[in-house]
Every structure is written in C-alpha cells, then in structure tokens.
T-cell receptor, first 110, second 112 residues
Framework: GQNIDQPTEMTATEGAIVQINCTYQ??????LFWYQQHAGEAPTFLSY????GLEEKGRFSSFLSRSKGYSYLLLKELQMKDSASYLC???????????FGRGTSLIVHP | DTGVSQDPRHKITKRGQNVTFRCDPI?????LYWYRQTLGQGPEFLTY????????KSRLLSDRFSAERPKGSFSTLEIQRTEQGDSAMYLC??????????FGPGTRLTVT
C-alpha cells in the first residue's frame, strides 16, 4: 500500500530556517511533490523531485533520497506568510496519482 | 487564482439528495484530477481523466460517485444519495505534464 509520514506541527521564528521531513512507501514511485496550503484555500504547487538530490527554488528547496524513501522541504528566511500546512505527496505510475500525507502545520512567530 | 475554476463554491444539501459539481481546468491541460479533503487531512484522490477518458478511479470511491469529462474540457462530479460522511471539500486539479498540478478553489459540501 501507500504510506506517507510527516510531522503534524512545527513552529519556527521569523527569519529562521526550517526543515520539514517526509518519509514515504509507495509502489510504482514516480516522484515526490510538496504543496503549500493556507487555511481555507486550495493547495499550491511548490516542487516536484524524481531524481535524488536537492533542488533549490528561491527560499524553498526540496530534497529526495529514493533509496531511503525520504524527502525534506527546506524553507529559508521564514516570513509570517509562510505559516501554512505543507503537504508531502508521493506520485505513482504514469498518471502521477499522488498519495498525500496529512500535512505539516507550520507556525511562524515573530 | 490558478486558472482552474469550480462551481459551486459551497453546497448545502440534505441527506439522500443528489449533487453535481463542475470543474473548468486550464484550457490546454489534458489531465484532470478530482480529490476530496476533510479537515486535518491531505487531499484524497478520487479519479483521474486524460482528455475525455477516465483512466483511474480510487477503490475507495463508492458507486454513488460518478465523474465525466465529455469533451475533454470541463468535468462534472456527481454524488447520488448523499450521506453525512460525504461532507468535505471537493478539489479539482489540472495538469499538462502531471508533474505540476494546479488546484481549483474547491467546492465545500455540507450534508445535513
């Protein structure tokens, strides 16, 4: 079956760096997504990794290790607007059907 | 605004009634996905279309749920004989490659 595990909640200080971890088990793995979701809004795409390594996109970076079934999302120079839920999802098959984790609620405080 | 629209945004219905939701994807996107999300959970996959063909359907989806994408553009999701457990946010997403999915604002269903 499919299983995605990520912490329920994290807190961090404005201006700091935070790393949100995700472990996954999925058959037919075809990439790892990260989405941001503010309360009451739809998810917004952040990143997609299919090869091992780190991909950087502005203040956000995403890392994947396929052999370990592990990914993380790194957020730098945290801003108050980064307070949101961060969803990890593992895609399977050619349809890229994602299995989502429950999300990590990140609270950024001054 | 991602360019994906959903209608209605909110729906309140009584148990046992049928409801239909509509999704208009980004025009050049051939892939369309439906999800359901409840509070404190991530989105749960329901079904997937490539153009007008329904290629994947979650095993968790009961036969009260049906979806169509008749001309490979907009899609509808119908729930028959609604139950209180169907109360959730129903999300639609579209994609060109599958790598990056753009979500609509969702339809919040409340079954009383």
């Amino acid at each position: 079956g499919q299983n995605i595990d990520q912490p329920t909640e994290m807190t961090a200080t404005e201006g700091a760096i935070v790393q949100i971890n995700c472990t996954y088990q999925t058959s037919g793995f075809n990439g790892l997504f990260w989405y941001q979701q503010h309360a009451g809004e739809a998810p917004t795409f952040l990143s997609y990794n299919v090869l091992d390594g780190l991909e950087e996109k502005g203040r956000f970076s995403s890392f994947l290790s396929r052999s370990k079934g592990y990914s993380y999302l790194l957020l730098k120079e945290l801003q108050m607007k980064d307070s949101a839920s961060y969803l990890c999802a593992a895609a399977s098959g050619g349809s890229y059907i994602p299995t989502f984790g429950r999300g990590t609620s990140l609270i950024v405080h001054p | 605004d991602t360019g994906v629209s959903q209608d209605p945004r909110h729906k309140i219905t009584k148990r046992g009634q049928n409801v239909t939701f509509r999704c208009d994807p980004i025009s050049e996107h051939n892939r369309l996905y439906w999800y359901r999300q409840t509070l404190g959970q991530g989105p749960e996959f329901l079904t997937y279309f490539q153009n007008e063909a329904q290629l994947e359907k979650s095993r968790l989806l009961s036969d009260r749920f049906s979806a169509e994408r008749p001309k490979g553009s907009f899609s509808t999701l119908e729930i028959q004989r609604t139950e209180q457990g169907d109360s959730a946010m129903y999300l639609c997403a579209s994609s060109l490659s599958g790598h990056e999915q753009y979500f609509g604002p969702g339809t919040r269903l409340t079954v009383t």
